[in-house]
Antibody
Framework: EVQLVESGGGLVKPGGSLRLSCAAS????????MNWVRQAPGKGLEWVSS????????YYADSVKGRFTISRDNAKNSLYLQMNSLRAEDTAVYYC????????????WGQGTTVTVSS | QSALTQPASVSGSPGQSITISCTGT?????????VSWYQQHPGKAPKLMIY???NRPSGVSNRFSGSKSGNTASLTISGLQAEDEADYYC???????????FGTGTKVTVL
């Protein structure tokens, strides 16, 4: 079964750090670009970051640039998001998602992991 | 990069057809055929319903169809069913420094 499972969310104080992980199974992880997408409570979807299959291309939303770092380990079938200097507005459910085709839709999503930034 | 514009809500009776619009610019929706649509039920992860403007992934009902004209993409749900009640988001590739942008989201209510 094709599956993505996120972990690493939790409660963190403003200015703190957190590392999210996304474990992939059931498909050839190294062949796909991957995204992180977040959704603040009661709000819409917001694209956060993208990484190509070989990590050659990496992109960030302006709202997280300089604070978040996306990475992947194809040998471990895992995607990561290192989040530093966290702010209250980073509070959200974070989803990892597989990119179906280059530039195309995201066809496999994890269940999400919740990040709460609060003092 | 500003979010794509969607109506906040759309409603219809069972069996009817509804259409959700997604308006962008020539730098995203209008410039590329990389528009996707997602369905999200409360508390659940989004589900891909349409990709590349009008293509349905395997397993998605043919009651869902997508199209595009100029800078506006559309998702049509025909034969509306109770299970279609959900939030819907469009997304597009964009030529800006950030490759993806989502729409503002539309809540579909089945009356």
């Amino acid at each position: 079964e094709v599956q993505l499972v996120e972990s690493g969310g939790g409660l963190v104080k403003p200015g703190g750090s957190l590392r999210l992980s996304c474990a992939a199974s059931g498909f050839t992880f190294s062949s796909y670009s991957m995204n992180w997408v977040r959704q603040a409570p009661g709000k819409g979807l917001e694209w956060v970051s993208s990484i190509s299959s070989s990590s050659s291309y990496i992109y960030y939303a302006d709202s997280v640039k300089g604070r978040f770092t996306i990475s992947r380990d194809n040998a471990k079938n895992s995607l990561y998001l290192q989040m530093n200097s966290l702010r209250a507005e980073d509070t959200a459910v974070y989803y990892c998602a597989r990119v179906f085709l280059i530039l195309s839709g995201m066809d496999v999503w994890g269940q999400g992991t919740t990040v709460t930034v609060s003092s | 990069q500003s979010a794509l514009t969607q109506p906040a809500s759309v409603s219809g009776s069972p069996g009817q057809s509804i259409t959700i619009s997604c308006t962008g610019t020539s730098s995203d929706v209008g410039g590329y055929n990389y528009v996707s649509w997602y369905q999200q039920h409360p508390g659940k992860a989004p589900k891909l319903m349409i990709y590349d403007v009008s293509n349905r992934p395997s397993g998605v009902s043919n009651r869902f169809s997508g199209s595009k004209s100029g800078n506006t993409a559309s998702l049509t749900i025909s034969g509306l069913q109770a299970e279609d009640e959900a939030d819907y988001y469009c997304s597009s590739y964009t030529s800006s420094s950030t490759p993806y942008v989502f729409g503002t989201g539309t809540k579909v209510t089945v009356l």
